[in-house]
């Protein structure tokens, strides 16, 4: 078999105890760990313990680290830092590590001096080198001195000592927009660690912003994968290690975060693979392979998991949007609703994931799927990136469909259909009306769905459906709710024919309110249905029963001040509570949204016009505040 | 009556629809509001609605804001500002307020020359005199061109017309930390609006700041009195209006958030009554003029609600500490307990306050007792602050005891004893044992008691206690948990005698997880208690039974490399499990904690030396960590 990149963690990244952190970084997959002198620290047992555990398990511990402010020091201090490191040499031989990360000194004594810094870090390499020790030395983005991993490496090629090597970090590199492309002529086998972070652009202090804000590759705006380029280039044959300070991954479940991360740096090598590629550099055959994303072509079905009272409710309720009864399933207790390119599955099979899943969710999307041009490599890709495979009760001469479950437990399938072959519907269903007239109603297709996820939730998403699904991502956006904000970031296929919005309330207080009231872990927020016609489109639903969200009259006054469109249109758009975006370049967003189903989701009509591509974030608040008023006037009249 | 200083509050500065937010801002005593936009657009009902609606609460509308980019821009530009501008006096008309705010312009098209925006700002003056509107003019702190209060001032002075005025906000100046000497120089009459808002010291951008970190004056760093001190001797008579964007009040009760705004605009003027003083400026009488702060002695009692079975649990823990029964209560089912100068009280007496405390918190602090110089001051000072006040049922010849409630709904009493007097304990209790040794174990009083909040809730603790009882605030630390990380925030009575450190957790995960289970809104983490000899005090309790937290060995051999103690002083703490902190100047920390009671709180015993100051943070996350390991450990033996 091929061999890996191997893959590394610092226990720093993560939340829980060190015997809680080493369990979920192994069970992620990594090869190994950075042990964070803090996790030691509090750890209540020998470093031989940990050595132990580590043995146990199967993880390397591939370094030890930090070790702050030795270089650029006066004579006395440089005597007290040699015992001091000499202490922790010992504590490193009892730990089972031989390599230790060294910080560039940030203290406002530094000596700006490097003839004097060489002399101090040959020093060190001498004792090392007594010691068994490998010292990676690193330039923090804010040493005192030396900053930047050129100077560093200067330094280190200087000292030229086999035991002082370099060690480099993304976040240290790209926070300071330096650039890479020194890296690839260093000498692989000096540079003695790589460390890996990723982080949103954020405008603030470098120090605060590394200390709480990085995030996983694929979760932030770095180019990681350049960096990645130019040290494989260089000939680093070392693990990768994630080294991620981040407020929320300190709270979050230690598994989950764990698995992520392992996941990420999969994904980081898939997309380093492609740039070496495209750079026509030589590519590592090592780096992660997975098979290529699939051509999606849409949304295939969404599955509602339903009872009888809410099947009814449900069904009802489509019946208004023109959906129509299509089918009923060969095997089990489902219905098929259709409408244009849009369809629905009802589930209400007993002892079934659905059936579970309504147990705990209640009415509730269970299963989203996908129509992809080959689905057993869409699935293989998915499972590949770690992604757990579902495979339900299959009736005689019924289709096998692929599946994997999504973050929150609901499931994701995979469906192609061969030419000339029968479609899932055919092979499933007994159709109720082969040929029907589906196009009965004003809509065409899904648009997009919109999710709703826990706060800490969102990264995880974000990294699911990028790496499993090949999916782009687009900036997040914050939106203000009356009780709180949610962030919001959208996800898509390449061609754009799947568009998934993922909505996170980053407060407190409406995180508790979802998880413990009306959220109840179901995901779903809203679908959104395009149509050729919103003028059209709206005034037939309205007809059919179709409730829709009253949007303030001022909202309209003011739309008249921001974007001088005609008095008739406006008038049009304020009788039947149509919503207005324009983009830059003059694409338009015309879109309404019905009354809360049950007070869980609701639906979204939409129009897109001259290009438009995004969402209508700027009338989300507008939504959110009528929503709410929706709410607070049927308490009032209940 | 004396006039008091106009309140006033935008209504972006809290949660909720607008109704419910016109509501809280009334309820909280403000005398008015801005009416922030958003707020209107999204408020299903017409401009004239609003205006009723604050006409029936009794709220004047003081300001509509913002308007934006008005100056510096082209001819063709100006004449479509015109109009706009023109839109919102109509609105302005039907919301019944003649005040806008203008802010300068943000664009990168924005054209630097103060003489046409001279002429520009004349025209919006002309307009507005017209329009019967006043126009308050801002310099936002990242306005493109026009970006301090001194620029925008030579601005509307050099327009000179009596419907433009000058904005003043203290963010916009304090964040860019500009002087604020200038401000008492303006003519009074010519400053149209003065905005307040406090914030933490940040290093990051100053428009994301300003959007999200502001808060009310005495939760931040900002000198905002100096900042009002100016405002007022400059003549201006119009209302102080809060304008606050932060995340964390969008998502907070709107109620408790709009209280808390107008305590801090009282606070600000005690803080610029005081200042203006200081500085031999005529003080206006108007201003808040609270009884001052009491002289605080230390802690008189902490008193519990206990049901019997955890009275029994509580006694023995007790009586292991060197706590001795000292008296019962005349009239009710209550128990001292005294030891040195800590007295505790538990409280089982049935439908009472306790009661009610206990059937929602289980065993908890229900109330804690100052001793203070004058109980009936320091009464009136906190109900003067809005505080709830409290008074339970009392027998005959017993004191009544002046209480108000805290934030959480326990109680804060204030005690004294007038000279050849009754004592408290005398008065309402029978003592068993009234000269008894008291001093029978090692501990000598109460240091400090550290309260769990809920994220949200710290700032408005850190309000009511700098507020209400004039105590003075030391920074935030923050330190990180196993599973998240805890916001850490010590207040303190200026002599010392009294100090509460706040302890909230910021994330999500364990914010939900203590709602849930162990937290159940009860808020004491732990009480120090200081002792003269702490390598005495731990093996005599050590032998008494009381279990100390087991603190892992590798902390030991860090504090070897760390501070160079003798090795017989650390072989001592090792074995008892004492911390260790010392200070920049010398000053020595001595601590160890007890294992937790019923999962709920524990105790700490420490010894200052050579006057250190703190709390030994330093070491909170290795408490942290050791306490989740003693619950892992208890979890696995169960």
């Known amino acids: 078999m091929l061999r890996s990149i191997r893959t590394s963690i610092a226990t720093v990244s993560i939340s829980g105890t060190l015997p809680e952190k080493l369990k979920a970084i ?47 020091v006066s004579a006395e201090r440089l005597a007290k830092n040699v015992e001091r490191a000499k202490r922790k040499f010992e504590l490193m031989h009892e730990l089972g590590t031989d390599r230790i990360l060294v910080c560039s000194n940030v203290s406002p004594d530094t000596i700006r001096d490097d003839a004097l810094i060489v002399d101090q870090l040959g020093t060190l390499a001498k004792i090392a080198g007594e010691a068994g020790v490998i010292v990676a030395y690193e330039a923090l983005a804010w040493g005192r001195y030396v900053n930047s991993y050129k100077h560093a490496w200067k330094l280190v090629d200087a000292v030229d000592h086999p035991n002082l090597g370099l060690a480099l970090d993304t976040f240290h590199t790209l926070s300071i927009r330096d650039s890479v492309d020194e890296i690839a002529s260093i000498p692989g086998e000096r540079i003695a660690f790589v460390q890996i972070a990723d982080a949103p652009v954020l405008a603030m202090d470098v120090l605060e912003w590394s200390r709480h804000y990085r995030c996983f590759p694929g979760q932030g705006a770095f180019d990681v994968a350049g960096f990645t380029a130019r040290v494989l280039e260089s000939g680093y044959k070392g693990p990768l290690s994630l080294e991620i300070f ?6 979050a479940p230690t598994a989950i ?18 740039l070496m590629g495209a750079m026509g550099k030589e590519v590592p055959p090592e780096l992660f392979n997975p098979p290529a994303p699939p051509e999606h072509i849409g949304f295939q079905f969404l599955e509602f998991a339903v009872d009888d009272s809410t099947r009814e ?83 005689p001469n019924e289709r096998v469909v692929p599946g994997v479950q999504s973050p929150d437990g609901s499931l994701d399938y995979f469906v192609d259909e061969a030419k000339g072959g029968p479609t899932l519907w055919e092979s499933d269903f007994i159709l109720t009306d082969i040929d029907g007239p589906y196009e009965v109603g004003p809509l065409s297709r899904i648009d997009h769905v919109c999710l709703s996820l826990p706060a800490d939730a969102l990264d995880t998403w974000v990294l699911f459906f990028r790496s499993a699904f090949g999916f782009e991502t687009e900036p997040a956006v914050l939106v203000p709710d009356p009780y709180g904000l949610v962030r919001s970031r959208a996800v898509r296929s390449r061609d754009g024919s799947v568009r998934i919005a993922l909505n996170a309330s980053v407060d407190r207080y409406t995180a508790v309110a979802e998880s413990l009231s009306t959220y109840r872990g179901s995901g779903l ?8 016609d919103i003028f059209a489109a709206i005034p037939r639903l309205e007809a ?7 949007i303030p009259r001022n909202y309209y006054d003011d739309l008249v001040a921001r974007f001088g469109l005609p008095d008739e249109q406006i008038d049009q758009m304020r009788e039947h509570n149509i919503l207005y975006d324009r983009d830059e370049r003059g694409g338009e967003f015309f879109h309404a949204y019905t009354e809360q189903l049950d007070q869980r989701f609701f639906l979204e009509v939409i129009e897109r016009r001259g290009g438009y591509d995004g969402y209508g974030a700027a009338n989300a608040a507008v939504r959110l505040a009528a929503h709410a008023q929706q709410q607070q006037r049927a308490r009032q009249a209940a």
């Open 26 to 72: 192994k069970a992620a997959g990594f090869d190994g760990v950075e042990i964070f002198e803090n996790d030691l620290l509090y750890f209540d047992g020998t470093p031989a313990d940990v050595r132990r555990m580590c043995a146990d398990l199967g993880l390397e511990i591939y370094l030890f680290q930090p070790f702050r402010d030795f270089d650029g």
């Open 246 to 251: 981040n407020d929320g991954f300190r709270a």
């Open 257 to 274: 975060t764990a698995a992520d991360g392992h996941r990420s740096l999969r994904y980081l090598e898939e997309q380093t693979r492609a």
């Open 313 to 395: 409710l449900l069904a009802r309720w489509l019946g208004r949007l023109g959906f129509r009864l299509a089918g009923k399933h060969r095997s089990k207790d489902v219905a098929l609703y259709r409408h244009g390119a849009g369809s629905i599955v009802l589930n209400a099979e007993a002892d079934s994931f659905a059936s579970a899943f309504f147990q705990k969710h209640g009415l509730s999307l269970c299963a989203s799927a996908f129509h992809v041009d080959d689905a057993k490599l869409a699935f293989e890709r998915a499972a590949a990136y770690g992604s757990q495979p579902f495979s339900g009760r299959v009736g």
């Open 525 to 532: 927020n809203h679908v959104a249905f395009s149509t050729p």
């Open 544 to 550: 059919d029963g179709v409730k829709f969200l009253r």
